[in-house]
Structures are given as structure tokens and as C-alpha cells.
């Protein structure tokens, strides 16, 4: 979110890709970037974006998205100029194949998943709802497309609970689709990025457990700058800047690990 007092318009956490695309081939400047994001640090970049702005003066687009999808897009020709994606593979294959600048790439957050329902109290201070099969319908991302469904996938498999909770699965393409399931109530409960329930310190609605780290592989969120962004001044300066201490508070309060702590 803005600034209180801004006067800024804030920009959709989640924006449509090919929209963007299109908007983005008649307003490319030498000052502007078009960055992709992994759908659950969207509305952190856009926070980040924001202050960055105000200090640069540079302009920053973002299209946010699933980073399978995102991966996809971009090797097949999106113009993006970096990519913060949710894991550390894909930034790495990018390079891999030359289509990102290897010595650009930097872990940028360190995520955190939750258990959470929209419904106060159904969510137990130990996850014990998913054992006990208190609920219809569990929401989760796409392991396929998102780094968060591959770490909600091994949680369930260290507590043994895959084959019991399977068939109530429902499938989000990316961590944003999965939280609208429940937030609709389409699922009572998710296994959630952190960041999307997270404010001021807490769990601020419904009912949530905090997933132990241990349930899973640390979720090691990597950025990179992209060949088609080499020469941007606008993309190099937001890497970074996601390195201040400015930066630092806003990942931080938004419910991520600094890399390294």
C-alpha cells in the first residue's frame, strides 16, 4: 500500500500479463521498468516499488503471476527486464540458458507458509484440522506452476497426510488464486504464503498456524535481472534498492525473513 498521504494511486497487487505486455509496447522509456513478480511478493514489490519511485524518480511497471507461467512468458520473448521470482530455480535455468544476467541474480526474501481459514477458530494453535479432517475443501498452489505449492506439497507429505487430504484439494494457479479460494470461502482452509495474512507483527483475521520451517525446504526467493533488461538503469537501480535497509523494513513487516537471519 501507499503512504498515507501519497496521493499515489495504487497499483493492483496482481495485474494481468498480457495487458500488461500490451500496455507496456507503447510506453517503454529509458527511466521505466517492467518488472515480473511471483504472485505472493506482488503487493511487497509494489510497496517497495513505490518508495523507490519516490527516491529515484524512475517509473516501475509490475505483472505478477505464477512463476511457471512467469518462466514460460519469458522464454518465450516477454519483454521483461527482471524477474523476482519465488524460488531459485527458475532465475537459475534462465541463465542458464542466457536469458538472465548471472551476476545480477541475489536472494531478495526468505518465505514462510501458514495454515489459514477465513473462520475464527477453526484453524487449532497446531494445525491439528488437517489431521482431524475438519474441513471440506484445503487450497493450495499449483505445485506444477509455484515454488509455494511445492513447499505446501512437502508439508503434507513430512505429516503424512497426502493420500487422507488429496481429494479435497483445490488447485490455485498461482499463491494469490489459492488465498481467493478461501477467502471466498470456496475452501475452508490453505496452505498459504505468510506474507497474505501477515500485518503489523501478527496474523490479523481468521484463524491461522504458522507452519514450521521444518515441514519444509526453505523457500529462498531469488531475483535477477533479464537479458532484455541489461542496459534498463531503472531495473538495476530497483535490485538494488531491494537490498536497503528501506527495503529491508517493508519485506520484514509484510511477513518474509531477510536472507541471511
Known sequence: MPPPGSGRTPRPPAVLLCAVLLLWQ?????????????????????????????????????????SGKIYAQIRHGAPFDAFFSADQAKPAALIADGLAIADSRRTYALGALVLWSARPGLVDPDG?????????????????????????????????LVHSTRERW???????????????????????????????????????WPVPTSLHAPIRQDAVLLSAGRDNAAARALLDFVRSEQARHIIESQGYAWPGT
Open 128 to 160: 491439528q484440522v488437517l489431521a482431524q479432517g475438519r474441513f471440506r475443501r484445503l487450497a493450495l498452489a499449483n505445485p506444477r506452476l509455484a515454488p509455494y505449492g511445492v513447499a505446501a506439497l512437502e508439508v503434507l507429505e513430512s505429516l503424512n
Open 170 to 208: 483445490v488447485l490455485g494457479e498461482n499463491i494469490a488464486q489459492a488465498y481467493q479460494f478461501v477467502h471466498s470461502g470456496n475452501a475452508d482452509l490453505g496452505l498459504l504464503a505468510r506474507a497474505q495474512v501477515w500485518g503489523d507483527g501478527r496474523h490479523t483475521r481468521g484463524s491461522a
Open 26 to 66: 507503447g510506453t517503454a522509456q529509458a527511466d521505466a521498468a517492467l518488472i515480473a513478480v511471483a504472485a505472493n511478493f506482488a503487493a511487497t514489490l509494489d510497496a517497495i516499488s513505490t518508495a523507490f519511485e519516490q527516491r529515484s524518480g524512475h517509473r516501475i511497471t509490475l505483472a505478477s503471476g505464477s
